[in-house]
T-cell receptor, first 111, second 113 residues
């Protein structure tokens, strides 16, 4: 079993839809939870981070963590074609900067 | 502020050769981590360097190595290349070892033939 599981998609939604992206993890030692966005042929771009259970909002994006269930989510409101990308959850635990990534969910927002 | 830069962007090598990839972190960032990204395995952690010392290592064979210089720039080396080493190699920089912030470069696309 992988430490971080993420549905690879692809996920296709119409413009304006609310998108829900999810990951589950198995290691309780994980402390920081991040979401990255990766466009084709680019490096991952840090979208959001959180370190506690609950919600964190930034514009159209909301990151949610439930440590009791070991479940993290990213919601995108009013999705736009420019949101079409691969979304990766990443988790950091213990000391140092090692990130454990989910496999990524490929999202396409269609006009 | 300039982002993370990686050189070269694309590389084609033959099996058995070795390759060196370079990463320049964001100015002021002292931690550099390397990742391998493949369609089958996704993003996998290779190693982390901080203050010129390897601090953490992923589950890769000894053919993969790296180093960090006093100006925080880092290089990674892969010796005796195998076809399975074809991947996007990403470098990430962070201000410290305890920061949540990790910023990735554009990657080096390595193709082994």
């Amino acid at each position: 079993q992988k430490e971080v599981e993420q549905d690879p998609g692809p996920l296709s939604v119409p413009e304006g839809a609310i998108v829900s992206l999810n990951c589950t993890y198995s290691n309780s030692a994980f402390q920081y939870f991040m979401w990255y966005r990766q466009y084709s042929r680019k490096g991952p771009e840090l979208l959001m981070y959180t370190y506690s259970s609950g919600n964190k909002e930034d514009g159209r994006f909301t990151a949610q963590v439930d440590k009791s269930s070991k479940y993290i989510s990213l919601f995108i409101r009013d999705s736009q074609p420019s949101d079409s990308a691969t979304y990766l959850c990443a988790i950091k635990g213990g000391g140092g900067n090692k990130l454990t990534f989910g496999t990524g969910t490929q999202l396409k927002v269609e006009l | 502020k300039a982002g993370v830069t990686q050189t070269p962007r694309y590389l084609i090598k033959t099996r058995g050769q070795q390759v060196t990839l370079s990463c320049s972190p964001i100015s002021g960032h002292r931690s550099v981590s390397w990742y391998q990204q493949t369609p089958g395995q996704g993003l996998q952690f290779l190693f982390e360097y901080f203050s010129e010392t390897q601090r953490n290592k992923g589950n890769f064979p000894g053919r993969f190595s790296g180093r960090q210089f006093s100006n925080s720039r880092s290089e990674m080396n892969v010796s005796t290349l195998e076809l399975g080493d074809s991947a996007l190699y990403l470098c990430a920089s962070s201000p410290s070892r305890s920061s949540y912030e990790q910023y990735f470069g554009p990657g080096t696309r390595l193709t082994v033939t």
